[in-house]
């Protein structure tokens, strides 16, 4: 009898370890099954200075690119951060800081990115990290309408201008033997002081300078500068992860038709097949 019941003993102990071991086996599966299900979420995952919200830096007006009135800014940036953000599952809130800071501004963390159609160089990326480009642009000859000025090369011992801490300034500077560059801290200031006389002309990011020419009359656009410039999402070193992130829903929206819809309605035409084929998407 003892025999017998030493056996049921052994019996029971065995079935209770195997239902431990199943019940452990479940519980993997349900730990896969969420390290899975949050793999696209972990994916997802980075911080950004206030939670829910993707704060981004902006240089306003920059017209078509970012423009309006705080809270309603609108432009071609706008939209592609609205869009991305919409992907990221946050709320979107831009800050109006001059380009001359804007770089220093998102080290010191009072943004998370920037988004003001920002050109990728070397220099920048000294400091900076940046997104996949999401727009090719060159720079621009702008003069007042009635200007007798047809290129760069009649901008020798003139007094032009350009927007402070831009590559139109760095152009202008570098490459044309002007009289005297002025600066100007946006972009407007630049079309203002054309229109008073103050420049002769003006380095611009073509764009911009062709929107100014399109909508106002009062300048116009003489010489297409070819830079091979790209832009892209600034953001600080640390932010790794959210720049892979910004990526990834670039990446999408590159290829779900909505970087075109976006495009075309800013610019009127199709967008550059080298941009929608650009980037791995993080």
């Known amino acids: ?26 519980d993997d599966d349900d730990d896969d099954g969420a390290t899975q299900t949050n793999g696209a979420t972990q994916a997802q995952q980075f911080d950004t200075i206030e939670a829910g919200v993707l704060t981004v830096g902006s240089d306003i007006p920059y017209e078509p690119f970012e423009f309006g009135r705080e809270p309603d800014y609108e432009g071609f940036d706008i939209d592609m951060v609205n869009a991305i953000a919409e992907r990221l599952g946050l709320e979107v809130k831009i800050v109006k800081t001059p380009f001359d800071t804007i770089f220093r501004n998102l080290a010191q963390g009072r943004f998370d990115m920037v988004a003001s159609a920002t050109t990728i160089t070397e220099e920048r990326k000294r400091t900076v990290d940046f997104s996949d480009p999401y727009f090719n642009a060159d720079q621009s000859v702008v003069v007042p309408a009635d200007s007798d000025i047809q290129s760069v090369a009649d901008l020798e011992g003139e007094v032009i201008g350009a927007q402070l801490g831009t590559t139109g300034a760095e152009y202008a500077q570098n490459e044309i033997d002007a009289a005297d560059v002025r600066t100007y801290d946006v972009v407007d200031d630049a079309f203002q002081a054309l229109q008073a006389g103050q420049i002769v002309a003006a380095i611009i ?3 911009v300078a062709k929107r100014a020419e399109v909508e106002t009359g009062d300048v116009k656009v003489v010489e297409t500068i070819q830079t091979d410039e790209q832009y892209g999402f600034a953001f600080a070193k640390e932010s790794t992860a959210l720049r892979d992130a910004v ?32 980037g791995s998407g993080g």
């Open 1 to 26: 009898m003892r025999e017998k019941r030493r056996s049921l003993l052994v019996v029971a102990l065995l079935a209770l370890v195997c239902a431990l071991a199943l019940a452990a086996c479940g």
């Open 247 to 278: 990526n990834r829903a670039l990446a999408e929206i590159k290829q779900d038709g909505t970087y075109e819809e976006i495009f075309r309605k800013w610019f009127e035409a199709d967008p550059p097949a080298e941009i929608l084929q650009s």
């Open 205 to 207: 990011d073509f764009p």
